[in-house]
Every structure is written in structure tokens, then in C-alpha cells.
């Protein structure tokens, strides 16, 4: 390699030419190296930004065509079953980009599906984060980002839905209204400015849009950024391994292997969604017709992003309280769309914060937990998840109504029961078998794990063969950090002065705890040790006979025997037992 | 012949004449013309006794010996002929289980056995009656009109695709994709179990022709978007995206991740 290729000297050249105008060698040098650690589910984030590109770019051709004005117009479009009806342009549009432009629908199919797996990616993304603890600090403001990002793509998804003003979109926003009036006090008042006036108003497909196609896209896109260059300079957290400790990153380089890893990934989040633009109908909003404010189709629903929302309405009780004969509070609105999201959002961008605090945990963490060492976080993910599906099952109950012969009305006081119940119950079963987990990780580490081969001994004995773990295994094992609950404070202390924070320290004492009490601790290193000694003593001991067949495949590792009653246990037995005769 | 012709010039002899031949064609005429009535009447006739024994063994358990209706069923008297074909063509009468609405099933009488039910329904009273095919005619409809009749009067129940929709306590308002376009006409002049009526006040014959060609075109139109998904709505999408396509996406990133080990 004395020699440069023409290739090569061309490449340095421009490289030159750059770097002298812009200083971008050193950066480039120092990013492009920069090592990133692996595994599948790291990349549940790039499927929500890669569909976020898909979005921005099938958007962007969508404003060419699609005009928001609820100026009204007589449709004369190539779909004939609407041929003649008065519409909104908004609608007009939308039909004329599914019908009379020249690719439209698969665009408007693609830009509508990227939007749901942007939203759903962003979501699952968030399950990895959680459950492995990377929320933890330093990262927990790369959380809250995270958060307001689900939140915004919440929002960028609705305002989509809504513009085309076709009957199912008008429906939603009919709903959104209701809503916003549910708000004490100011609820009337802001919906009015909301819609210019009373609903639907003519002003509110063009204040949506540029919501939708400026503002919103315009935060994501920032937020997005800012997302990123944490994550490159936090550095990447890893998953528990042989070598990876929380001072460390091991992986792959940048360059060039996330590069391609990241690029083809790239192309196939863009195949997919453009194989399934092509192929399934999303949104056929030439079926439901243009919006009127007296007309409604059964089974409106939002997309799967709102159905939490939808079905936490569903299921509410009708109740109200009318105040002095003037002011109505609507509980069985407030409730379900304002004050249980208001709650799960809060919560979701707050938990970070609450776990550092009832732990007492200020370290910095950049190695990830493994689901089950922390069990009461598990719980609460898997309960918040499970409170979440059982108000989505809510939001599709007609459907599901008439999908399983079911009655609406069951299956909606299954939901009034189960989102109380279930929910708890999924906690504990989901704690107890993290903590099951930790005990049979303790169990393979101090005996190995059950190979399945079955051993009869010469003297009669069957045994289990155990063999001892990988040593990969053993690190992520070994890998668990023992958290020991936080003491209980003292009343006064030595001095005898008044602890002033007594209550506050008591409660995180106790909540504490509630998270790591129970945990199942790691075997010590002199465990670990005398259990390598105890096995090795025990396989001396129960070695079989070498006079036998077979014998040298035995594997020395060994335990779970099973003993027939009056049969020698060992060969030391059945030796001595041998000898008396 | 003398004798004719001795008077054929008399004064009288035209005016008799005329007066023979009249009562000649008249009374040939009456003859025939009652014996065809009575040959019609003895049909129809025909038909309600043969509806009468078929509603005596099939029918009169639950709506009783004389239509009066029981416990277990409606009193049929007044509902019509459209009613009685709509229920029994679609083979939601006879019931086959109580529950909480009649489901749609083969029909269990054939072509003339139901119209004869029909028949003995409407000798009770008077009712809608079965729709003539010029109502039926619906080739000359406006389709637009019709869709927008059908989201006005229809989709609240039925879906703005027809597909149906749930209604409280099990019942439902049952998709529209296999109806005929008799079977739309007399729902509509009937109103079948939760289903209200639109009587001609309503909804006049061309607006019920309108709706029906827009449904008839539902039911043949194709999907340019690809797979249907069954035109639910977002709750299919939904279950789609949650499981195909992350499946297909999750996938796609497991093998990337298992590629670089």
C-alpha cells in the first residue's frame, strides 16, 4: 500500500480541498471511528427515525397537491360515487391526489403508514429504554426528550388524520372538541378559539395544517437532533457482556460497519413501508365520504395512536356534576381524555426521576440492567403497558363486539373491572417471575445449568449431567449490581437532634424497599468459589467407576441425582458397599 | 227466414237488433270475465291456504294460531308481505335459537313457499307489500345521491362501508355486502328488528332506489389502496401494523444484529 490508487489520491484530494475550508478532517477522524455497541434491539430507535424521513418525504410531496381550504366545492373527479357532491377543497383535494395524480394514493398510503410505524417504533423503542434501565442517569433528559417526542408524534399523527376532512377525520375532530370543552373553566372558551367560532368553523383545516407541516415536523425534526448528539456524546449503553463495564463501549466502528448496517437498514424500513403503501388500503377516505357535522358511520375510530384514548371514553360511566344549576363538570369526559393521559404522560416523563430518588441512586449507569434485576421496575412497565392494551381494547370494542358475537355492553364492564384489576395483578405476576429469574440465575451460576442428558451410573444411580455456564453467560450474569434498600432513618441522631426529614426519609426508605428487598443477591466470589469446590469435591466423589463402559464421557459436573430408596448414592457407596462382600 | 224478412223493415227491427246482440256480447262477456276472476281469486285463494298450513306447522308456535302473536313472538298481523319475505328469504325466520336478534341464515323455505307466507301474512292485514320491479329498478339512480342519502340515514348504524356495525346488548346492525337489492327495499318499508322504518314520507321511492344503487355499488367496488383490510377502519390498520409489519420490521432488525456476531 506504498502506492496511493488514483482512486485514493482523488478521494484525499477532495478530502484536502474540504478540510482546509471547513476543518472537517479531525471531525471526521474522530466520529467515524466512534464505536458503537450491537444488538437487534438498538435499532428500534432507527426504525422510528427512518420512518420519520419516509414521513417528511412523502409529506412533502402531498403539500404539492393538497390544498387546505374549507372553501366549498362540487367534486368532478375521476370517483364517481361522489361525483357531483358538495365538499370541502380539503376533501377534493385528498380525492384528487388518491385518483387523479399520477402515484398519489401509494404516496398518501405510504406517508399515512410511515406515520403509524413511526409512531408505534418510537413507542417500542421506549419499551427497551425502560425495561433496561438506559433512562437511568446521566441519560434521564434524553428520557424526557424521548417523551415530548412520543407526545408530538402523537399530535403530528392526529393533525394528519384530520385533514382530510373526510367523515371519519371529521368525527375525530367532532371528539377532540368535545374534549377540549370538557376542560373546566376554560374548556368552552378555548375550543372556541380553537375553531374560530362554533365547530366545525372554516378557518380549522388551514390552522391544522400548519400545525401539521410546520410547527410540529419543525420540533420533531429539532428535538430529534438534540436526541442524537446525546447519544453520541453520552456514548452508547451496552448490554451486561465479557469485557463491556460501565467505563467502556464495546463494538463496532462507525465506519464502516454501522454505516452499512445503518444505511441497508435504512432501505429496508423504506421497502417495507412502500410494499405495504402499495399493497393495503389505509384510510380509504373516498368510502367514507366528505364530512358533514350530522352524519356519522359506525366503528369511527382513530388510529391505533388514539385508541387508548377513544377507549378510555368508551368505558367511562356517564357521570356529571352540575354545580348550582350553572356549571357542569363532565367527569365522564375530563376523566378519561384529560386527566388518566394527563396521569400516564406525567408519569412516563417523570419516572426516571422517581427511581433515582426512591433508590437513592446517583450513580451513572451505562451498562444496561437486564429486565429482571430490577423487578418492581418490570412490573410497573409491564402494568402501565397492560393498563394502556386493556384501554385499547376499549377504543375497537364494537368491532370486537361484532368480530366475536360478543355484546358491547359485557365487554365494556369487563373493561370497567379488568383496568382496575388486571393491571395489579400483572405487576405482581411480573415481579415474581423476574425474581424467579435472579433465583435461577444464582442457580447456574453456584451448580451450572441442566445439561438434559441423563446418566445411569454403574451402581444403579440416574443423574442429571449439570454442565458449568459459558463464560458470557457468567458475566451477564455476574453483571447484576446488588442495590441494598436504603436504611431506615433515625428519629434523632447521635447528638440527639431531630431528624427534620424523618417522614420524607421514611417513605423513601420504604419504597425502596419495595424495589430491592426482595431481590435475590448474587453469589459472593467465596461462594462462587466454595461451590466450584463443592462440585469438584462432590464429582471426585460420585466419579464413576472407570472399570466401566461409557465411563470417560462422564462429565464430572453434576447434581439433581436421583435416588432410588435403598440404592448406594455414590460410587464411594457403592465401593465400601462392594468391599463387605 | 220469411219471418225476418217480412219485418226487416220495420221501424223496430234495428233497435231490437242491437238491443239482442248487446245483451248476446254482454252476457258472453260476463260469463267469461267471472269465470277468470274466480279462476284468480281461487289461486290467491290457493296461495294463503297453502301459506296458512306452512305458518300453522312453521310459524304459529311463536307468533301464534292466528298471527296474534305470543310470549315468544310478535303478533304478524299488519306487518306486510315485504316484511315476511325479507325475514324468511334471508333465513332470519324461523329463529334458530332465541337471542338477541335474529342472525341471517340459508333460508329454509324455497322461492314459492315463502311467497305463499307472504301471501297468508298479508290476507291479514294490510302492509308493505313486496316491492314491484319497477321500484327495484334502480339503473337510472344517482349513485352520488344515494351515498349521501346512506350516510345521512344509514351509516350510523351500518357503517359508512356497509359493513355493519354494533348495536347495545348483542345486537347489531348486520353488513350489507350480501343483500340483494328486494331484501334492501323491504328493510327499508319494514324495518327489521332494531331498525327503524322508512316509509315513502321518509324517504320516497327514488331516494330508496338512490341508496340502494350506492350500496349495490359498494358491494362491487374494488379497492385501488390494495387489500382491503375488511374496511373497518382504523382498528384492523391497527392490528395489521402490530403484527405484520413489525413483525416484518423486527425482523429485518434482529437479522441485521445477527449478521454482525
Known amino acids: ?581 | 227466414m220469411k219471418f225476418l224478412a217480412a219485418r226487416r223493415r220495420s221501424p223496430l227491427f234495428a233497435p231490437s237488433l242491437l238491443a239482442i246482440a248487446l245483451v248476446a256480447v254482454g252476457g258472453a262477456y260476463a260469463a267469461i270475465s267471472s269465470a277468470q276472476t274466480a279462476q284468480a281469486a281461487d289461486a290467491g285463494q290457493v296461495a294463503i291456504d297453502e301459506g296458512n298450513k306452512l305458518y300453522l306447522t312453521g310459524c304459529s308456535s311463536c307468533h301464534g294460531m292466528q298471527a296474534e302473536g305470543s310470549a315468544n313472538g310478535p303478533t304478524l298481523i299488519g306487518v306486510g308481505a315485504a316484511s315476511v319475505h325479507f325475514q324468511v328469504a334471508t333465513g332470519r325466520m324461523p329463529l334458530a335459537a332465541p337471542g338477541a336478534q335474529a342472525v341471517a341464515k340459508e333460508p329454509q323455505y324455497s322461492a314459492d313457499e315463502t311467497a305463499q307466507l307472504a301471501a297468508y301474512v298479508a290476507s291479514l292485514a294490510p302492509g308493505p307489500a313486496i316491492p314491484t320491479a319497477e321500484q327495484l329498478d334502480y339503473e337510472d339512480a344517482d349513485i352520488a345521491e344515494g351515498g349521501v342519502l346512506f350516510r345521512v340515514n344509514c351509516a350510523q348504524c351500518h357503517q359508512a362501508a356497509g359493513q355493519g356495525g354494533a348495536l347495545t346488548y348483542g345486537k347489531y346492525a348486520p353488513s350489507l355486502m350480501e343483500a340483494t337489492p328486494q331484501q334492501m327495499y323491504e328493510a327499508m318499508v319494514s324495518g327489521p328488528q332494531s331498525m327503524p322504518v322508512f316509509s315513502n314520507g321518509t324517504l320516497p321511492v327514488e331516494e330508496k332506489k338512490a341508496i340502494i344503487a350506492y350500496v349495490s355499488e359498494l358491494q362491487v367496488a374494488p379497492n385501488p389502496g390494495g387489500l382491503s383490510l375488511g374496511r373497518v377502519g382504523p382498528v384492523t390498520e391497527g392490528l395489521f401494523l402490530w403484527t405484520a409489519v413489525f413483525a416484518a420490521l423486527i425482523g429485518a432488525a434482529v437479522w441485521i444484529g445477527i449478521k454482525a456476531r
Not at chain 1, 424526557?144 to 402523537?154: A, K, M, R
Not at chain 1, 364492564?413 to 400483572?426: D, H, T
Not at chain 1, 451477564?476 to 424523618?502: H, W, Y
Not at chain 1, 419495595?514 to 466419579?543: C, G, M
Request: with cysteine.
Open chain 1, 1 to 581: 500500500m506504498s502506492q496511493a490508487s488514483p482512486i485514493e489520491k482523488a478521494g484525499g484530494g477532495v478530502a484536502t480541498y474540504v478540510d482546509q475550508r471547513v476543518g472537517s478532517n479531525k471531525f471526521l477522524a474522530r466520529s467515524l471511528g466512534k464505536v458503537f455497541p450491537d444488538h437487534w434491539s438498538f435499532m428500534l430507535g432507527e426504525i422510528a427515525l427512518y420512518s420519520f424521513i419516509v414521513v417528511l418525504i412523502t409529506g412533502t410531496f402531498l403539500t404539492f397537491f393538497y390544498k387546505p381550504s374549507m372553501i366549498e366545492v362540487v367534486y368532478d373527479g375521476s370517483y364517481v360515487p361522489l361525483k357531483g357532491i358538495l365538499m370541502s377543497e380539503a376533501y377534493a383535494s385528498s380525492l384528487d391526489i388518491s385518483f387523479d395524480i399520477r402515484g398519489g394514493l401509494l404516496i398518501r398510503q405510504m406517508h399515512h403508514w410511515a406515520a403509524l410505524i413511526f409512531i408505534a417504533a418510537m413507542a417500542v423503542h421506549m419499551f427497551r429504554v425502560f425495561f433496561t434501565g438506559a433512562f437511568r442517569k446521566p441519560r434521564e433528559f434524553n428520557w424526557l426528550i424521548g417523551v415530548v417526542l412520543v407526545t408530538l408524534g402523537l399530535v403530528a399523527g392526529f393533525s394528519g388524520y384530520s385533514l382530510p376532512d373526510d367523515l371519519l377525520s371529521g368525527t375525530g375532530l367532532q371528539i377532540t372538541r368535545g374534549i377540549a370543552q370538557a376542560i373546566p373553566v376554560i374548556g368552552t372558551w378555548a375550543t372556541f378559539l380553537l375553531f374560530d367560532g362554533q365547530f366545525p368553523g372554516s378557518d380549522f383545516i388551514s390552522r391544522l395544517y400548519s400545525v401539521h407541516i410546520l410547527l410540529i415536523p419543525g420540533l420533531i425534526l429539532a428535538l430529534v437532533t438534540v436526541h442524537l448528539m446525546l447519544v453520541w456524546t453520552q456514548k452508547h449503553t451496552q448490554f451486561p457482556g465479557p469485557g463491556r463495564t460501565n467505563e467502556n463501549v464495546v463494538g463496532y466502528p462507525l465506519m464502516p460497519v454501522y454505516m452499512a448496517k445503518a444505511g441497508g437498514f435504512f432501505f429496508i424500513v423504506f421497502g417495507i413501508i412502500a410494499l405495504i403503501g402499495g399493497l393495503v388500503t389505509i384510510n380509504p377516505i373516498w368510502i367514507f365520504g366528505p364530512f358533514m357535522p350530522d352524519q356519522v358511520s359506525a366503528g369511527s375510530q382513530p388510529d391505533w395512536y388514539m385508541g387508548f384514548l377513544d377507549g378510555a371514553l368508551r368505558i367511562m360511566p356517564n357521570w356529571e356534576t352540575n354545580l348550582f344549576d350553572w356549571w357542569t363538570i363532565s367527569w365522564n369526559v375530563l376523566i378519561p381524555a384529560v386527566i388518566v393521559p394527563g396521569i400516564l404522560f406525567t408519569g412516563l416523563a417523570l419516572y426516571p426521576f422517581i427511581e433515582a430518588w426512591v433508590t437513592g441512586d446517583k450513580k451513572e449507569h451505562h451498562l444496561l440492567d437486564r429486565p429482571r434485576n430490577n423487578p418492581t421496575r418490570t412490573g410497573f412497565g409491564v402494568m402501565a403497558i397492560t393498563f394502556y392494551g386493556l384501554l385499547w381494547i376499549g377504543g375497537g370494542n364494537d368491532v370486537i363486539a361484532t368480530s366475536f358475537d360478543l355484546t358491547i355492553n359485557s365487554i365494556t364492564w369487563f373493561l370497567r373491572i379488568a383496568i382496575f384489576v388486571i393491571p395489579p395483578l400483572m405487576f405482581v405476576l411480573t415481579r415474581r417471575i423476574c425474581l424467579g429469574l435472579q433465583r435461577r440465575d444464582r442457580d447456574k451460576l453456584l451448580h451450572g445449568y441442566e445439561s438434559g442428558r441423563i446418566l445411569r451410573l454403574p451402581h444403579g444411580e440416574f443423574i442429571e449431567v449439570h454442565e458449568p455456564i459459558s463464560i458470557k453467560e457468567k458475566a451477564v450474569i455476574m453483571s447484576k449490581t446488588d442495590i441494598a434498600p436504603l436504611p431506615a432513618p433515625e428519629r434523632r441522631d447521635a447528638a440527639g437532634v431531630r431528624n427534620k426529614r424523618f417522614h420524607l426519609q421514611n417513605v423513601q426508605h420504604k419504597l425502596s424497599g419495595f424495589f430491592y428487598a426482595e431481590n435475590i443477591a448474587k453469589p459472593s466470589a467465596a461462594e462462587i468459589e466454595a461451590a466450584e469446590h463443592h462440585v469438584a469435591h462432590e464429582a471426585a466423589l460420585e466419579a464413576p467407576l472407570h472399570d466401566y463402559e461409557d465411563a470417560d464421557q462422564i462429565n464430572p459436573f453434576h447434581g439433581g441425582v436421583l435416588h432410588h430408596p435403598g440404592m448406594p448414592e455414590t460410587n464411594a457407596e457403592q465401593l465400601a458397599e462392594r468391599s463387605q462382600h
